[in-house]
């Protein structure tokens, strides 16, 4: 029975992986993921779950795999529905706490794995300000002026313009770079609307642009993560607390 659940759980995390990877290229390539992905991964993992649940049949066990289930769902929807993230996003979630609602990996607050591969993937886009941060700084340190025709903003949209996002003198030819600022009344104000969903291409070459990563690429690795190592959060704790 133990060699069965562990084939299982192997199926389950190939199953996802493949959905993830899939859907990760198809949004980076062309920003649209088929729904079909999500219907079929989310059928055949939810399948692949309820066998889990039958030979397992334990009532603790059930229970915790509904809850991570419901939390995973509903909270991929709450994302989604105030504005965080696309729709794709909030389907790979779903698809995750359906297909392998609980896991557990030696590091970790939780079994829940829709929320554990959120969480961690969140915390690993957190590299994509740090690279901007460290980007800005060293053109600032080799004497290029990145704030010219922005001298009007304050202190505070400058800091946030060091974090999210760069000044480049070839904007209109980066594909997937969104404007980081906007124009009114003949004077370049800073843009955050770093939640927009809409590919806008910067109108001039030298403008401030923002990387426009699709989430789902984080949560991906979030995912992965959390099978490979754990939950981020736990390990980042166990650091400073030992």
Do not use: Q
Request: overall charge neutral.
């Amino acid at each position: 029975m133990l060699s069965e659940l562990k084939v299982l759980d192997a199926v389950r995390i190939a199953l996802v992986s493949v959905a993830m990877f899939y859907s990760s290229y198809s949004d980076w390539v062309s920003r649209e993921v088929d729904d079909r992905v999500w219907i079929i991964s989310g059928i055949i993992g939810g399948a692949l779950t309820a066998l889990d649940l039958v030979l397992i049949w334990n009532f603790r066990y059930l229970i915790l795999a509904l809850i991570s289930i419901g939390l995973g769902c509903g909270l991929a929807y709450a994302f989604y529905y105030f504005g965080f993230y696309g729709g794709a996003d909030a389907k790979a979630v779903m698809v995750i706490s359906i297909g392998l609602p609980l896991y557990y990996p030696r590091m970790r607050l939780h079994p829940f794995t829709g929320l554990a591969s959120l969480s961690n993937g969140l915390l690993i886009s957190l590299i994509i300000p740090i690279s901007m941060l460290i980007i800005n700084l060293s053109t600032i340190l080799r004497g290029e002026n990145i704030f010219e025709g922005f001298e009007h903003e304050n202190r505070i949209r400058k800091l946030a313009a060091l974090f999210f996002g760069i000044r480049v003198r070839d904007a209109r030819r980066r594909k997937f770079w969104l404007p980081l600022e906007e124009e009114r009344d003949g004077r370049r104000y800073f843009s955050f609307n770093i939640l927009t969903f809409e590919l806008e291409e910067p109108k001039r070459d030298d403008s401030w642009v923002t990387p426009g990563l699709p989430l789902l690429l984080f949560i991906t690795a979030g995912f992965l993560t959390f099978i490979l190592l754990g939950d981020l959060i736990y390990v980042i704790a166990s650091i400073f607390i030992h």
